[in-house]
Structures are given as C-alpha cells and as structure tokens.
C-alpha cells in the first residue's frame, strides 16, 4: 500500500509504503479463539474416549498457529518511508521505527524498475546512486510498483 502527502511548509514529499494488512488485530484474536474452541473440542472427545494423549497435541498446535498469526503481524508492520525534498531524498526502514536510514542527494540519485529474474517472479524497484541500488517496496504488488516507480521518477526529475 502506498500513501503520500506533500510538506506545504518545504514543499517536499513523504512517500510511505507498507504491506497490505487484511486481518486486523480483533480479527485474528476471533479466528484464535475459535481455532482454539474447536481444537479444545476434538481433544476432549478424544479424551474422554480414553485417547487423552491427543490434548498436548492440540494444544500444541494451537501455539504453532498463534506463532504463526504473530510472524505475519510483525511482517505486515513493516514501513518504508521516502522522503523527497529540495536537495536530498531520505529512506528509512524499520518495525516500529528507522531500523535503517539511507540518506542520497537528490541530483545523484536514479530510480530504476528491473524486470523479473524468472518468470513468475516480482520486478526490481531500486534506488541507485555510483553503481549501489537499494531495493524498495518487496512487499508492493506489481501495479503499485510500477505506479511507485513512475510517481519517484516524476519527483525525482521535478527537482
């Protein structure tokens, strides 16, 4: 997903990218809860035919799950932010904050969008400045790359 809002003060721009996050927080818990519900379920009645060794296993399961569902949520929490201004284009990247932070000049930099390595594979969103690319937007879909790689090139060139 992409999102952009123009500073009126610096007139510079402020590109954020995210994953698609489609389960909410609330959302997950239910579906938990009710995976939890059923798995409950069919371990007592495995228990109480006499099978009671089945219980640890479900329960078992159900944490493999909800580990599961907590790797997604961290992954969809990632954030890319670009922000172009007058003279320099900043990236940063992180979880709940800048983990990583590239600072480029403007009139050096060049955005490139190479195409897939393999069929079936994603395009190359890069930033590249003296032969060193970064890659951006991995989690992107194909068109919301490309209409990123158009939106950079058009800011980058205005400068």
């Not at 954020?16 to 939890?36: D, H, V």
């Not at 932010?81 to 007058?86: D, G, K, L, Q, S």
């Not at 992107?140 to 400068?159: D, H």
Request: one cysteine or more; charged letters at 25%.
């Amino acid at each position: 997903m992409i999102e952009s809002e123009r500073d009126p003060q610096t007139g510079g721009k402020r590109i954020i990218l995210k994953p698609n996050a489609s389960l909410t927080r609330w959302q997950a818990r239910l579906l938990l809860g009710g995976f939890a519900l059923v798995l409950a379920s069919i371990g007592a009645v495995f228990a109480f035919i006499g099978c009671w060794f089945v219980l640890p296993f479900a329960g078992a399961e159900w944490l493999v799950l909800a580990y599961c569902f907590s790797l997604a949520f961290r992954q969809s929490a990632v954030r890319e932010v670009i922000t172009v201004t007058a003279a320099d284009v900043k990236l940063e990247r992180g979880i709940r904050g800048p983990e990583q932070t590239f600072q480029f000049r403007r009139a050096w930099l060049g955005v490139s969008l190479e195409g897939p390595p393999a069929a079936g594979h994603p395009s190359r969103l890069c930033l590249k400045r003296h032969g060193r690319k970064i890659e951006i937007g991995r989690f992107l879909v194909e068109s919301e790359r490309e209409a990123l790689y158009r939106e950079l090139k058009k800011e980058l060139t205005n400068g």
